[in-house]
């Protein structure tokens, strides 16, 4: 364990932990947008950006990576970090004016509106989508492409992702509700990349209930090495 | 053949220069990518023809060498013993060259360089002022050897330095050499070399790589690639004295696909030196193995950003990361990486072999040895230059650069590439070195100098330096994808008379959040150009806001061009050049109109016209 400070708060860490992590652990609230804890930390949305000292000089990092040290003071809320936080907020915001989540974040840190030229944009790129299909799901569906203004999430050729289980990971992450999710009837419909893809569900055997995509659970269990029946019941119902 | 010793390479280099007689003439054409532009392959073919035709193919070499420096002047050809400069010459020179000068030693007029501050006819490279105040430890070599001869690399004492490092010295005693010398990073950054080295080497690992950083993609800037191109060799021996001092056995050259030359005279090396026993296993018999490969890069700018760099060779997209754990550390696939920029690498033979006190000598206190600066822009001798560092702007400019072109007043010079800053007359007696140019709010970087003149505006440029960042950012963070688009937004609209009193505040504002949160360099730098023209020129950002005018006569929406009718004689040249046939003829001896219905403002009448009838405001 390393013993650190966040805004004069005595802290102790994991060592190999990050600043983010230390800070939520000691329930010191830093806001960000394109962290989550079952995804690696990434850096893109720079919300999380705290000044930390060392030797006597100041320095703007991002939490989500700054490893903890020991003896590393860490400021959250300073004057410095508030009008960067706002200005992110404001950039965000001329992005995404009509994406709720962005309005009550940006309102929290006092940015109300914005003198920049908007977009309509609903996606800020934090990436958390592709991160999860990647790290948790382990398929990579999806993928950033382009570079700069350009970027943009996509997946392979712009089509229909081949690979895609429908599982929701990327709707249940998103921050924004860019990819958005509806079970309708025996159908899963999952809402971004320029269209829909649509997904049969599975009815369970006992209770009726259409409860996940076929092809997800066919996924599921051959991974997991599952007898062929093991989702003909939900697991509501299995119990 | 391999050599298996210091002493069989000191054998092989006693023979290559006694086999070559130093009064042959030798005809060294300039084939850097600036010549090549200027159509040097087509002399040089000239050359082998015409010494054939004439029977003197084999008393006289045909030498196709790197990069000169004097790329305004080229094609450029130097006849050796005697070192006489030829300019501008054409394939049509060819024949005269060799029956004049080389048969009978005897000059050619028109073809010498005219010292335009004297008027005076200059016969020899030494002489010539671009060349005399120079000190070009690291890119002199090019004009004297054929990048793809190792022969000849041998000739001028090629790896003299890396046997004496590899069996005079331990890696400690070739470690410490190079941090006692004071050496920076060519790159950019700065960051002093042998500590990068020394973290690197004191890292945990087995496996450890050196990269050369050969990304170069500034506009304007070339002598990263002018050095790979011209003496391959000289990076290849600083990256296995480097590899031997950290204990590193792979190494990687990175260089974008868009330099074809360089990218074909490193891989040439390469072979030439595995050839020799240079690179691979057991290099000169010392038991020490380094291997080098080439990665071609897409040329996206920001992969010369380290981290960047490294992702994009390990095959993932070229996006940074943060460096809160240095690369030295945990760089390519997580090992100890310690990478160098091209120039920082040429730097090392050098030192190793005239020792870190010699070095020391050159250069102010922070900053040592030389730097090589492509002096590009409104400036009459464009073209790579090297110098001491501390050596003032005024001096580049003016001495060595020849001042500005068209008898025109210099106005500001950008230095460091893109996200560098501009930097204004009263400190053109600046000593340029890493601390001092920080210090008015540019930066080295990689050493591009860009000159504008009075006829520049700075809003403008500020606008063009964020637009090419905007471009190149890769769009990860947040602060540098949206923060510079805006910036550049809001430049564009200040430049076409839409600008906002507000908007120098909200400018400076966004500056800071840039510089403050980006993930890296490429966004936290990308506000200088903005800041310190601002700073500098702020009552040109008031004048294109408040009077909507454009004091350099730049911004089109804001200017117009007008007939001066008591200066015009109706000579028509405005009317012939014209691409929109918006001047109307009205007769000789009557002064011609402008027709603003049809008129771009592309300013053609304006660059033609001898007499300055033609005014912008």
């Known amino acids: 364990m390393v013993t650190l400070r966040i805004d004069g708060q005595e802290v102790k860490a994991r060592e190999g932990s990050t600043v ?146 429908g599982c929701g990971s990327c709707a249940y992450i998103c921050p924004t509700g860019a990819i958005s999710m509806e079970d309708v009837g025996d159908t899963r419909i999952i809402r971004r990349w320029g269209g829909e893809a649509r997904f049969k569900l599975k009815k369970c055997k006992v209770c009726g209930y259409y409860f996940a995509p076929e092809i997800q659970l066919e996924y599921i269990r051959k991974k997991a090495g599952l007898p062929e029946d093991y989702f003909d019941v939900c697991p509501n119902c299995r119990e | 053949m391999k050599l298996k010793s210091a002493k069989e390479l000191e054998e092989l280099r006693s023979r290559i220069i006694k086999e070559r007689d130093p009064q042959k003439p030798s005809i060294a054409v300039c084939s850097g990518t600036g010549c090549h532009a200027w159509g040097c392959a087509e002399v040089t073919a000239a050359f ?111 790896y003299a330095a890396l046997a004496k490092a590899l069996f005079e010295l331990t890696s400690e005693q070739v470690l410490d050499e190079v941090k006692r010398s004071g050496l ?22 087995e496996v450890k790589y050196v990269i050369c950083n050969c990304d170069e993609g500034d506009p304007g800037a070339y002598m990263d690639r002018s050095l790979m191109e011209g003496n391959p060799h000289l990076v290849l021996e600083g990256m296995v004295i480097g590899a031997y001092a950290i204990g590193a056995h792979e190494g990687y050259i990175y260089v974008r696909n868009e330099y074809p030359l360089a990218v074909r005279n490193a891989q040439r090396a390469i072979e030439q030196a595995e050839e020799y ?76 072999l005239k020792g870190a006190d010699w070095y020391r000598g050159l250069g102010t206190e922070g900053s040592k040895g030389t730097k090589i600066f492509s002096l590009v822009g409104k400036v009459n001798n464009t073209g790579l230059v090297e110098v001491p560092m501390g050596m003032t ?57 860009i000159v504008m003149d009075e006829k520049t505006c700075m809003v403008d440029v500020a606008r063009y330096f964020l637009g090419f960042l905007e471009e190149e950012s890769c769009g990860k963070c947040v602060p540098c994808r949206e923060g510079i688009k805006h910036m550049r937004e809001i430049l564009t609209r200040i430049c076409e008379g839409r600008g906002k009193e507000s908007d120098l505040e909200l400018l400076e504002r966004l500056s800071a959040t840039l510089a403050d949160a980006s993930l890296c360099a490429l966004g936290s730098t990308a506000p200088n150009p903005v800041l310190t023209t601002l700073h500098y020129f702020r009552d040109e950002y008031e004048a294109h806001i408040k009077e909507k005018r454009c004091p350099a006569g730049v911004c089109k929406e804001l200017i117009n061009y007008y007939v001066i009718e008591e200066k015009c004689p109706g000579c028509g040249l405005c009317v012939k050049n014209c691409p929109t046939e918006a001047i109307i003829f009205k007769g000789k001896k009557k002064p011609v109109e402008i027709d603003y219905g049809k008129c771009i403002k592309c300013g053609t009448c304006y660059d033609v016209c001898r007499l300055g009838a033609i005014e912008v405001r």
């Open chain 1, 20 to 165: 983010l992590e230390a800070a939520q652990e000691a329930g010191i609230y830093i806001p960000a947008l394109c962290h989550h804890e079952s995804v690696s930390p990434y850096g893109a949305c720079r919300l999380c950006s705290v000044e930390v000292l060392r030797g006597g000089r100041s320095r703007v990092v991002a939490a989500c990576l700054y490893p903890v040290e020991e003896g590393l003071e860490v400021w959250t809320n300073t004057e410095r970090i508030i009008e960067i936080r706002r200005t992110l907020m404001e950039l965000l915001l001329a992005r995404c004016p009509g994406v709720k989540a962005i309005q009550e974040l940006a309102r929290q840190l006092g940015v109300e509106k914005t003198e920049l030229s908007q977009e309509a944009e609903d996606c800020i790129l934090c990436a958390l989508c592709v991160r999860v299909c990647e790290e948790v799901v382990g398929l990579s569906a999806l993928s950033l492409v382009n570079r700069g203004t350009k970027r943009r999430v996509a997946t392979p050729f712009f089509e229909e992702p081949g690979n895609c289980i």
């Open chain 2, 184 to 205: 920076r990073g060519r790159g950019g950054g700065g960051f002093p070399t042998g500590r990068k080295w020394e973290t690197c080497r004191n890292a945990p690992g």
């Open chain 2, 48 to 158: 082998k023809e015409e010494l054939q035709r004439q029977g003197l193919d084999g008393q006289v070499t045909v030498k196709t060498t790197g990069c000169h420096g004097f790329c305004e002047r080229g094609p450029l050809v130097v006849i050796y013993p005697q070192r006489i400069f030829y300019q501008r010459v054409k394939p049509q020179d060819v024949p005269e060259i060799v029956s004049k000068t080389i048969l009978q030693n005897e000059l050619i007029d028109r073809l010498l360089y005219t010292d335009p501050s004297t008027g005076q006819k200059i016969a020899y490279e030494h002489e010539v002022p671009f060349y005399k105040r120079q000190k070009r430890l690291v890119f002199g070599s090019n004009g004297l050897i054929d990048p793809q001869s190792i022969e000849d690399y041998f000739a001028i004492g090629g």
């Open chain 2, 393 to 449: 702007l005024r001096e580049i400019i003016f001495d060595i650069g020849g001042g500005i072109r068209g008898g025109r007043k210099f106005k500001a010079v950008q230095t460091g590439g893109p996200s560098g800053g501009v930097i204004p007359e009263e400190f053109l007696d600046l000593p340029v070195d890493f601390d001092e140019l920080t210090k008015v709010g540019s930066m080295m970087g990689s050493g591009g100098m």
């Open chain 2, 277 to 352: 026993g240079l690179l691979g296993e057991d290099i000169l018999g010392s038991g020490f193995d380094f291997s080098v490969r080439i990665n071609r890069g897409g040329g996206a700018f920001v992969c010369g950003e380290s981290t960047a760099l490294m992702a994009s060779l390990e095959g993932r997209p070229g996006e940074p990361r943060a460096k809160y754990i240095h690369t030295a550390e945990k760089g390519l696939w997580n090992r100890p990486t310690n990478l160098n920029n091209v120039e920082t690498w040429a730097n090392v033979p050098g030192i190793i």
